[in-house]
C-alpha cells in the first residue's frame, strides 16, 4: 500500500513560490523551453527540469518547496526566517540542478536537496550569530547548533533526521507528487487507483463498487503508478519497502 500524506497548501508555509525558476535572477543561466513537458527529451520530471522546462520546474518546487520549508521549521527557525531559507534554498537548486547524479551510490535527492537546505541555513546563522538565540528553546539552539557542526555524518540527511521524520517528509513528497498528476485522468481510473493503492481495498471490491471489470481496475491502478514512478524517476525511490 502505498502511504502519501494530503496535499500542503503553499499558502499555509508562509513563503511564496518561486514563480520561473528558470528566468529567475539567480538561475538566469538555466535554459528555457515553452516546449509541454510530456513532449520533451525525457519523461523524467528532473530530466525535464534540467532542460529548462518550466513547468516542471513549477512541479518540482510544489513537490519540494514545502519540504525545505518544513527542514526549517524543524529546525526552529521562525516562519519568516524559514520562508526566507527556503527561498535562497530554491535559487541555489535552480543553479545547481544539473549537478545531481542518481546513479551515484546511495545518492538521494532529498539528501542532495537537504545539503543546499543545511548550508543556506548555516549561511543566515552566519549572517546575524544572534538569530541563533532568537530561534528560542534548547532543542531548537541544539539542531541548529548540529548543522554548523563540521562533523560529516552529522551534517547528512540521514544523520540530521529520525526515521520517523524521514518516513514523514517521503509520505509529504508523494502525496504532493500524486495530487498534481490527478487531473490527468479520469475520474473512475483514479479511483480505481486511489483505493487499491492507498486506502488498500481489494481490486475485486473496487471493481463491484465502480462497475468495472477487475482487469480494468488493475489497469487503471498501473497507469496511475506508471506516471508516478516515471514522473519522480531519480527523485524518489518507488520501489523501497515503505511503499
Known sequence: MLRCA???E???TGYKLIGNVGHSKKANRMPTTDTPSWETASPSLIGRAVAG???AWQRLIQIYGPLIYTWSRRNGLMPQDAADVTQETLSAVALRIG???????????RGWLWTIA???TADWIRGAPDRLGACGGSTNVARLNQIMDEDDYSKSYEGSHA?????????AVLGRAIALIRNHFEPNTWQAF???TVDGQSPESVAEELSLSRWAVYKARSRV???LRTELEGLENMDGGDE
Open 6 to 8: 494530503a496535499w500542503d
Open 10 to 12: 503553499p499558502q499555509k
Open 53 to 55: 522546462d518550466n513547468e
Open 99 to 109: 549537478s545531481f547524479d542518481s546513479s551515484r551510490p546511495d545518492a538521494t535527492f
Open 118 to 120: 543545511r548550508n543556506k
Open 163 to 171: 526515521s520517523g521524520e524521514i518516513a514523514a517528509d517521503r509520505k
Open 194 to 196: 486511489w483505493r487499491t
Open 225 to 227: 503508478l506508471h506516471r
